[in-house]
């Protein structure tokens, strides 16, 4: 087994050649460039086993000879960018299972499943490869340009992309290689792997939106590696949905947000062990984007949820229909605000920015005592704590919800979201015996507080919308229409409010008497 670090940047296909001409790379180059013509065939089952076992297998064709090379992620063991890689020569054209014993796939390596083994799609990769020597760390940055090809179909998409892979020596080279890349070409962070790329096709949904994985955590990590695997996971689900965004598919929008808000959840769970300028700057990057996305959620509920319905059975239905193209209208505004955002090189630089931040930020070489602490604690000990200390917090804030105004109202129902997600980063750590049924009920019980103060923000939302149609500003006009429907919405809403204290009130009862999960 080997261990890979690499991490992979994107570009315009134009920028490719630009990259292999760069005077100062070349420069850092120990030996002449190579270019190989590169075929790889992914293998799975026809129900995706190994694709739903987070493992890739490949044969790559190189002139007469084949690599099945197999890969799967490592859990955080070997830090950032990482993962497990077995390689082998093999004679045949079809993956050889009998050498993969010993892998990631382990017992799962039967004849059975070589039997079902078929191709699902292809990669033809021009590459050309570049080793680099700097810091004393040997690196290989390798240019590729080519496609990817679902078997069976028609279906392509180009691969323009520079990966870099440690060799030997310090990572922290690698991150500043690809630092100075970044001021030389307008380059990007790409958290999706070939194989990513190539499962989406074959699925038909390259421009899909894409959902979180599972986090699964190695118990033997520390806080500030557990940190790392748990925010990179969130910052590649966010990126993953970059197309989805850009084409303006409301799920995709939504996902990218859900990823944002996990990542600055967990900024916000380890916050004590990240103080700085370099984290504070990261943060707001975060905050800008997430901020350019929000409006299209909020008016893709408001229509879908409360206006849609009336069109049809509601005493208000006409004036419903007239709000229905009004907001519609400022939905297209802001959902075309939040494809500028995307276009910008302000977004491009976030996520390079954050993926580089995780890896070697100055975060991790602080010598402050309490961050050095905390940064080298075994990560159950500081998750145990972290939820025992946030239910706390919550049960007794809930508990008292008929007293809390809007903000507050938010201010616990973004605490509450924020509990969920930890209980999902960590929830891989606290496994066996009663611990799987005790998370099942915190978690069941967390979605359900986490839905009706959801609902009462939402309410708060449209109250707001309605008070911007009912005032609006001078130089737009006042529909009548408009107000008497958003009128009749926000009546529906302030009866659905009392039903909303009486469940948080519910909800918050049940949380503190549940049995922690992770004790």
Not at 412 to 426: D, S
């Amino acid at each position: 087994m080997a261990r890979e670090i690499e991490l992979r940047l994107k570009m315009r296909p134009a920028a490719a050649a630009t990259v292999a001409r760069l005077p100062w790379l070349l420069r850092l180059a120990s030996g002449p460039a190579e270019r190989h013509r590169l075929r790889s065939i992914y293998f799975d089952t026809a129900k995706l086993k190994l694709r739903r076992r987070g493992v890739a297998i490949r044969v790559r064709h190189a002139g007469k000879r084949r690599l099945q090379t197999l890969k799967s992620a490592d859990g955080g063991e070997n830090g950032v960018f990482a993962r497990h890689e077995w390689e082998h020569e093999i004679q045949g054209d079809v993956p050889d299972l009998r050498l993969a014993r010993d892998t990631a796939l382990g017992l799962l390596a039967t004849k059975r499943l070589q039997r079902k083994l078929r191709p699902i799609f292809e990669t033809v990769i021009e590459r050309t490869t570049l080793p680099i020597h700097c810091g004393g760390t040997d690196l290989e940055l390798a240019i590729d340009r080519g496609h990817i090809r679902a078997r069976g179909g028609r279906q392509r998409e180009p691969v323009s992309e520079i990966e870099i892979e440690l060799k030997r020596g310090d990572p922290a080279e690698l991150t500043r290689l690809a630092r100075r890349l970044a001021r030389s070409v307008p380059v990007a962070y790409g958290p999706r792997t070939k194989a990513d790329r190539g499962y989406a096709l074959s699925a038909g949904e390259a421009d899909g939106p894409v959902q979180a994985g599972a986090i699964a955590l190695a118990g033997t990590l520390t806080a500030s590696e557990a940190f790392q695997v748990i925010a990179l996971a969130c910052l590649d689900h966010a990126l993953a949905n970059d197309r989805a965004a850009r084409a303006g598919a409301a799920e995709g929008i939504h996902q990218m947000r859900v990823g944002l808000r996990r990542l600055r959840a967990a900024l916000s769970l380890f916050k004590h062990m990240l103080p700085g300028a370099a984290t504070d700057a990261v943060k707001a990057e975060l905050r800008w984007l997430t901020d350019q996305l929000s409006p299209v959620r909020d008016l893709d509920v408001l229509l879908e949820e409360r206006v849609r319905p009336l069109r049809h059975t509601s005493p208000v239905a006409a004036e419903a229909g007239v709000l229905e193209q009004d907001l519609d209208a400022r939905r297209d505004a802001v959902r075309e605000r939040a494809k500028a955002a995307l276009e910008s090189a302000r977004y491009r630089a976030i996520g390079l920015r954050a993926a580089l931040w995780l890896a070697d930020g100055p975060w991790l070489r602080r010598e402050d005592a309490r961050a050095a602490a905390l940064r080298a604690r075994p990560v159950a000990a500081f998750a145990a704590e972290a939820l025992a200390k946030r239910s706390r917090n919550i049960a007794r804030r809930a508990r008292r919800i008929e007293q809390l105004d809007a903000r507050a109202r938010h201010e616990l129902r973004i605490a509450v979201k924020k509990l969920r997600y930890a209980t999902e980063f960590f929830a891989s750590l606290f496994t066996g015996g009663k611990r799987e049924a005790r998370l099942k009920r915190f978690s069941k019980t967390l979605r359900a507080l986490q839905s009706v103060l959801g609902t009462l923000h939402d309410i708060d939302v449209h109250a707001g919308v309605a008070t911007s149609i009912a005032h609006p500003r001078p130089q737009t006009r006042l529909r009548a229409s408009e107000a008497f429907a958003m009128g009749f919405i926000a009546g529906q809403e302030r009866k659905l409010a009392d039903s909303c204290i009486a469940a948080i009130n519910a909800a918050a009862v049940r949380l503190s008497r549940l049995p922690a999960f992770w004790e």
